[in-house]
């Protein structure tokens, strides 16, 4: 191909994008009778301009792509990639994204809003966060929305208690996908929860054994801290992002840690650019005893941290007290207090310790189908309203 250019104002580049991205960008230039050349050139411009980068993007599969830049931009532009720690791939991913999402088709096709993404978590176990995660994923399909429940803890409870398979060692799953390893469309992993009361809008993206190594192998990807970001932190969010169009809410139940998988959870959940608040966030699950409050502490303490490091938002959705029974005397009634005078984090719902759920588990039915009637149902109902604010 002979540059068009040849008085040297532009220089041919090569490099690397996935095929739907550059698609994508053929298709949107032409809507907007631009060069592709063009949409490049003001894609890494701005990308440039933006004081952290953005989101990070699932470059698995991409190919070869090359285009005519502005003399020196290219130099410029993986000068930049160096300082935020990422592939000239990805900084040309996040551009060409970018650019897609600031520049809308003229057709009338609305632009990409990114769905809810509510981050059940504590590092205590035994709280209730598969429960909570189940019920309120199923909340949202009952109530029409497009739901992508994530088993993100590799014990794999969710996926045990809606009697779907774990992924085996070695196959296609989240944590390749995180690592860079993924193969295929993460979209094949996925499950349909066959029930006629969601309609088929309630997905599973199964637990996999390898999730047990999770830390370790993310950790190994960053070869300096000025990667950390992008390598750690956005590991979740670089497997999830290509998914996030197919669904109008993604809940994810969270292992109990406090480890790099925790951290990659809490960034996803940040609030973004124009992004309202409330709409992502956390849930926190908590019993009516001390030793939650101090597991609670914890996790505040790294939800702190990650705010300070990267400047971000992560917006506390709301605390469940699970399991309540005040027949346990003065240390569950207290307790019970204490949450709700925290204020912010609100309570979004107080759940008793009744049998539904357990025998939801059993019959491995989801509980908003085994007992749509009961106090646990409704109250997993409350949790999904409350928040959404």
Known sequence: MASPYPDGDREKVASKLPPVLRQELKIRAAELSLDIQDAVTAAVTAWRELPEGGPAVDTSGAESYSTWLPAGLYDDFKATCTTRGVSYTQGLAQSVRRWLDTNPSPNGAPPREAPERKIVCNQKGGVGKTAVSAGIAQSYAEDGKRVLLVDYDPQGHLSDQLGIDQIPPGHDSLVSHMCGDGKADLRETIVVIDDPRFE???????????????????????????????????????????????????VIDCPPSLGIAMDAALYYSRRRTGEPVGSSGVIIPVLAEDSSATAYSMLAGQIEDLREDFSIDIDYLGLVVNLYDSRRGAVATSSLSHWKNIGDPRVLAVIGDLKEQREAVRERQPLLSYAPHSDQAEAMRQIARGASW
């Open 200 to 250: 088929k809008r309630l997905h599973l993206l199964p637990a996999c054994f390898d999730g047990f190594l999770l830390d370790a192998m993310i950790a190994v990807q960053a070869v300096d801290r000025s990667k950390r970001a992008l390598q750690k932190e956005s590991a979740l969010e670089r497997a999830l992002i290509q998914l996030e169009a197919d669904y109008d809410v993604i």
